[in-house]
């Protein structure tokens, strides 16, 4: 059996906006991703994988260096979900995933274990 836990955060006044950047990084790249799709089902009609979107996520951050300072789990977790959106949309023949408006954005956003559990470093924070 499968478990999912969903947390609601409270950041500091100077966490937000450091939170912010993460959240509006993985909406750029849904929708980049959900451009890129448009394109090669009009051009070939195929669907791109998620494995096809995430492979071209190295040269989006060549070309856009601020989303370097994302984890790229959250960015590949957001090609993720344009990859399940677009699947349902196939399969159940409804509305095909729409792209996400910076004003839309919920604060929702995927974040990786190992990117939120952070140790100090030896010597700090442990009292010594």
């Not at 836990?5 to 959240?23: A, F, I």
């Not at 004003?103 to 700090?124: C, F, H, I, K, N």
């Amino acid at each position: 059996m499968l478990q999912a836990y969903k947390y609601r955060m409270y950041p500091s006044r100077g966490q937000v906006p450091l939170l912010m950047h993460h959240v509006h990084a993985c909406r750029s790249v849904y929708n980049h991703s959900l451009e890129q799709e448009i394109r090669a089902y009009e051009q070939d009609g195929q669907k791109l994988s998620c494995f096809d979107l995430n492979t071209r996520l190295p040269a989006l951050k060549e070309e856009h260096l601020w989303l370097k300072e994302v984890n790229s789990q959250s960015l590949q977790c957001a090609n993720r979900n344009l990859d399940d959106a677009s699947t349902r949309s196939f399969r159940e023949k409804k509305g095909f995933p729409r792209f996400k408006s910076k004003g839309a954005v919920s604060g929702a956003a995927t974040y990786a274990p190992s990117s939120l559990w952070t140790r100090a470093p030896v010597g700090e924070g442990d009292g010594s």
